[in-house]
T-cell receptor, first 114, second 114 residues
């Protein structure tokens, strides 16, 4: 069974540009969450999508947005990039059925903003 | 507001030692708690998940306990090996299953010396 996949794995962008990251959840998983990881702030929740709807949102500016497609794949977009957006972006999926609600993470996308 | 704290921030032990990593959380109304492992620059690997109604979970040399009333969890690693060197993160899921938002601690970076 394939795990969570994220593309691209590495990105270098310039300030002011925008970027789109993609996440494919484990087959059968309907919930996809996104996290930002930086050395200073650790892992912070960005947002969660379930059945193509944003179900939860963290404390990030509106420059950060996302969406989910009917096949549960998700994308996140960051517009007008800032140096502080340099981070490892992780997505996680879970089945949202049953009792455990265990979450599984992808390998991440390393974004560098210059 | 839920806050998760992990102590110590870093730990160095000789191979073969048994060790305990600590995680505390401020709001006992959690749905579950997960322990993850992260290798440098990589994604998160789920190690153990404990439901709020459970006291402990075991997988191989790993044992995680949960005391919800006191807001504490521990991860016990038996007979540590150099391959256990990584950052260990604990994360709690809020009191409802209707969210994928995990709140993470800052992690404990473990080094096991041969």
């Amino acid at each position: 069974k394939a795990g969570v996949t994220q593309t691209p794995r590495y990105l270098i962008k310039t300030r002011g540009q925008q970027v789109t990251l993609s996440c494919s959840p484990i087959s059968g998983h309907r919930s996809v969450s996104w996290y930002q990881q930086t050395p200073g702030q650790g892992l912070q929740f960005l947002f969660e999508y379930f059945s193509e709807t944003q179900r939860n949102k963290g404390n990030f500016p509106g420059r950060f947005s996302g969406r989910q497609f009917s096949n549960s794949r998700s994308e996140m977009n960051v517009s007008t990039l800032e140096l502080g957006d340099s981070a490892l972006y992780l997505c996680a999926s879970r089945k949202d059925r049953g009792q455990s609600y265990e979450q599984y993470f992808g390998p991440g996308t390393r974004l560098t903003v210059t | 507001k839920q806050e998760v704290t992990q102590i110590p921030a870093a730990l160095s032990v000789p191979e073969g030692e048994n060790l305990v990593l600590n995680c505390s959380f401020t709001d006992s109304a959690i749905y579950n708690l997960q322990w993850f492992r992260q290798d440098p620059g990589k994604g998160l690997t789920s190690l153990l998940l404990i439901q709020s109604s459970q006291r402990e979970q075991t997988s191989g040399r790993l044992n995680a306990s949960l005391d919800k009333s006191s807001g504490r969890s521990t991860l016990y690693i038996a007979a540590s090996q150099p391959g256990d060197s990584a950052t260990y993160l604990c994360a709690v899921l809020g009191g409802s299953s209707n969210t994928g938002k995990l709140i993470f601690g800052q992690g404990t970076t473990l080094q096991v010396k041969p």
